[in-house]
């Protein structure tokens, strides 16, 4: 879901940089604003990726949460930040309504909170990573 919610922040983002202008060109020709919007699509691709190879192993039964616990604390700090920048790219009407964006912030903040924190997400990943230096010498290849 926080991927989706990405999706829609970088769709929404995309939509109005293309429509508006500001001083005389199009929103989305600032390069600012392009920077916004390629981190957006980075962050994107990632959640989506980290939440495959979640699946994978699930499917596969090797599934020790590893990945499960990644996706779920990346994929929500990514969808707020694909929020707050859906907001900074539409400015002043990021924050009215008849935009959306604004809606899509508050749903953001969910993805962090819902199911465990991301600190508690980010407890895990790193007793994941100690356990295996101290099993093998090397985080190379978790699974």
């Known amino acids: 879901m926080a991927t989706g919610l990405q999706s829609r922040c970088i769709d929404e983002a995309i939509k109005y940089a293309l429509e508006e202008k500001r ?18 699509a980075i962050n994107n691709e990632l959640s989506r990726m980290l939440t495959y190879r979640s699946a994978w192993e699930l499917m596969t039964g090797v599934s020790h949460g590893y990945y499960s616990t990644l996706a779920k604390c990346f994929a929500g700090d990514a969808a707020n930040k694909a929020a707050n920048s859906a907001v900074q790219i539409l ?3 990021g924050y009215n309504r008849e935009y959306g ?9 969910i993805f962090q909170i819902y199911d465990s924190t991301n600190e508690t997400q980010r407890n ?13 010498g090397s985080i190379s ?3």
Request: net charge neutral.
């Open 23 to 40: 001083f005389g060109i199009p929103v989305c020709e600032h390069q600012a604003i392009q920077m916004l919007l390629a981190d957006m």
């Open 101 to 109: 964006v604004e809606k899509l912030l508050r749903d953001a903040k």
């Open 91 to 93: 400015g002043a009407n």
């Open 141 to 143: 290849l978790i699974a």
């Open 124 to 136: 895990i990943i790193a007793k994941n990573l100690l356990d295996r230096i101290q099993q093998i």
